[in-house]
Nanobody, 124 residues
Framework: VQLQASGGGLVQPGDSLTLSCATS????????MAWFRQRPGMGREWIAV????????DYANSVKGRFLVSRDKAKNSVYLQMDSLKPEDTAVYYC??????????????????WGQGTQVTVSS
């Protein structure tokens, strides 16, 4: 599976942005997908996960209530809708996939496939 994250950009505080994660080879369907981010000077952190069967969706406390992860099987894509963005959301955002039918995990070491990252900058 080759993942491609896109949709990042420069926005102002309070704005919304939607990131996309698509595959150039393989499928994101039937896979647990997660979003991670790496803020400047910090390690990569998990922020959202969507289980392969859609039964589990979870968010880090820092984004809960503001971010929404979803999947469009017809488009073979996963999305991260980000609302009420804050300057501290500035980061490189990565999508990641587990192998088929594996359950959600929050550690980046549990993910086998990664996108290249897309930069999100929140600044006035």
């Amino acid at each position: 599976v080759q993942l491609q994250a896109s949709g990042g950009g420069l926005v102002q505080p309070g704005d919304s942005l939607t990131l996309s994660c698509a595959t150039s080879r393989g499928s994101v369907n039937d896979r647990t997908m997660a979003w991670f981010r790496q803020r400047p000077g910090m390690g990569r952190e998990w922020i959202a996960v969507l289980s392969w069967n859609g039964a589990t969706i979870d968010y880090a406390n820092s984004v809960k209530g503001r971010f929404l992860v979803s999947r469009d099987k017809a488009k073979n894509s996963v999305y991260l809708q980000m609302d009420s963005l804050k300057p501290e959301d500035t980061a490189v955002y990565y999508c990641a996939s587990r192998k088929l039918y594996l359950m959600p995990r929050l550690s980046q070491g549990d993910y086998d496939f990664w996108g290249q990252g897309t930069q999100v900058t929140v600044s006035s």
